[in-house]
């Protein structure tokens, strides 16, 4: 989709250019809480290239939220192999820092890695315009919306400069009027910036309108139980008929992975 | 400016009606001047002594302000210190706990043979006093940083310095400036016992030793002493307050404050 129209804004090609799709490959996760084991995800296979953009979904507990953290080699699998280039999260709560300024915390992945303040801050507002931030650059997380937050929390996964993004259910907390506006905003950012991205999340309307692929897990342990390709022209609305009804594909294989 | 008037009237209404009760009891019991002083007999050695108040005032004001920061800057390194290993905290905690019940007198004399009659051996008894609430909000704080925010800082390639430097040092540091007002609390007082306990070659000795020296035949002046220190303590108390909402505008008002 996003290859011809190549990333603007973004840094480290060196990273990014050579191959930015994933491969997982037969993964399982276990591992040990308040002494009991839990397996998370049981034998996961799963692919992107680069610049496409992966939909999870899955019920709750089905391990979505483990497999981001083995992308991002926050954890490593106990089986399989995994090959990624290096991913950036995007957490489900948004995680900024309650003492930066929006924009700052924007920048923090550019100040870690050791841009000067002023640069990092100059970058970061310009991304804040695209994203519908304009004004808002020094106000403290405390003070912005709910759909605000996130798009700060994007912009700083956005400026990381890493190929893949993991988004773990990045609009799970919003209303559905600001959710609808803020995927039809990931759309448009996406087709500009050519990252490859794995979306996490519950909704299967939201996983069919944005993504190339669509993943469904079983509830836990986590197997793919079906794996959809959305051939439908962009941008994409909840109402087209093609969505539909590939979403009643999709829920039929949440369906029957749930009662296997 | 009225609204901050309105906010100080109870306060000063309160202090009001104890002055007033006090000076009543005073001259219905016939109680004497040197047990007990009434109001306007220690207003009158305010005025009076004004100026050897105020020059014992500052020697003591300077104790307070340098002690508490060392305080401060001590527990706060300790703190980290106590953060970052786990093997240092089983170490020093019950030690920190422990020096808290040391009675100063007992330290003094070898403070002094250390370090002389200045000004530094009584800095070190203001800090013992004081740094044992900054190193237990510290470090409350430090342990309170959400733990995903390590796990985020990871996946940005945060080394372990910026992780403590982007998040968990300011997430410190509204609770080090809580525990910097639980210690002032005690800090005035601190000076007083460090003033009594280690001697001093200046020219004035502070109003610790100053109200030490009057109680038995300048009881006013005393008094009149005490209410500076009264009134220092509540000072720096709103200072500190005012400090933190410029430091860490981002956190919560915590009871107290001057709203």
């Known amino acids: 989709m996003a290859t011809e129209l190549q990333s603007r804004t973004q840094p480290s090609p060196s990273r990014a250019a050579s191959c930015g ?14 002494g009991s084991r839990v397996e998370a995800l049981d034998g996961v296979s799963l692919r992107a290239s680069h610049g496409e953009v992966l939909a999870v979904v899955g019920p709750s507990g089905c391990g979505k939220t483990t497999l981001l953290e083995l992308l991002c080699r926050l954890q490593p699998p106990d089986r399989g192999t995994i090959r990624c280039p290096p991913a950036a999260l995007m957490p489900q709560r948004d995680l900024l820092l309650p003492w930066l300024s929006a924009v700052d915390n924007a920048a923090l ?97 939201e996983a069919i309108v944005l993504a190339d692929r669509v993943a469904v897990l079983s509830p836990r342990p986590g197997r793919v139980t079906a794996q959809l390709d959305v051939h439908i022209d962009r941008p994409r609305t909840r109402t087209d008929s093609a969505v539909i009804a590939l979403r009643e594909e999709a829920l039929g294989a949440l369906e029957a992975g749930r009662s296997r | 400016m009225s609204s901050r008037i309105e906010r100080a009237a109870p306060a000063v209404l309160l202090a009001l009606v104890l002055l007033g009760a006090w000076e009543l009891y005073v001259d219905l019991a016939g109680v004497q001047a040197d047990l007990l002083p009434a109001p306007h007999g220690v207003a009158r050695a305010l005025w009076e002594n004004a100026g050897l108040l105020a020059r014992n005032f500052a020697v003591t004001a300077e104790e307070v302000v340098l002690g508490l920061g ?40 070898l403070l002094v043979f250390w370090w002389g009659f200045g000004l530094f051996p009584k800095l070190v008894v203001i800090a013992l006093i004081c740094f044992f609430p900054v190193v237990v909000t510290t470090v409350d704080g430090l342990r309170a940083v959400d ?11 945060a080394t372990r310095w910026q992780a403590f430097r982007f998040a968990e040092l300011p997430a410190a540091l509204p609770a080090a400036l809580s525990g910097a007002r639980i210690a002032l609390a005690v800090g005035v007082i601190g000076a007083f016992i460090a003033e009594t306990t280690t001697p001093t070659s200046g020219a004035y000795p502070g109003l610790g030793r100053e109200i030490i020296t009057d109680v038995n035949f300048q009881t006013s ?13 509540i000072v720096c108390f709103y200072a500190l307050a005012l400090a933190q909402r410029r430091l860490a505008p981002w956190s919560a ?5 001057p709203h």
């Open chain 2, 70 to 109: 060392l305080a401060l800057a001590g527990g706060f390194v300790l703190a980290v210190a106590i953060h970052m290993s786990p093997l240092l905290r089983r170490a020093v905690y019950p030690l920190a706990v422990g020096s808290q019940a040391v009675p100063i007198p007992v330290i003094g004399v």
């Open chain 2, 221 to 233: 002046r005393a008094y009149a002493g005490t209410v500076v220190l009264f009134a220092f303590a």
């Open chain 2, 147 to 157: 733990p995903d925010q390590p796990k985020l800082l990871r996946t940005l390639d």
């Open chain 1, 21 to 34: 799709g994933i491969l997982i490959e037969n993964v399982s996760r276990t591992y040990a809480r308040a």
């Open chain 1, 109 to 205: 992945a550019l100040r870690i890695a050791g841009v000067a303040r002023a640069p990092a801050r100059d970058r970061a507002t310009a991304l804040f315009a695209e994203v519908g931030l304009a004004g808002f650059e020094h106000v403290r997380p405390g003070e912005l919306s709910g759909g605000m937050r996130q798009r700060v929390a994007f912009v700083r996964t956005l400026l990381s400069g890493k190929p893949v993004l993991c988004l773990d259910e990045p609009f799970g907390a919003l209303d559905a009027i600001t959710r609808s506006e803020m995927q039809e905003w990931l759309e448009r950012t996406l087709a500009r910036e050519a990252r490859t991205v794995v979306l996490v999340t519950h909704d299967v309307e």
């Open chain 2, 253 to 257: 008002q915590p009871q107290g404050d």
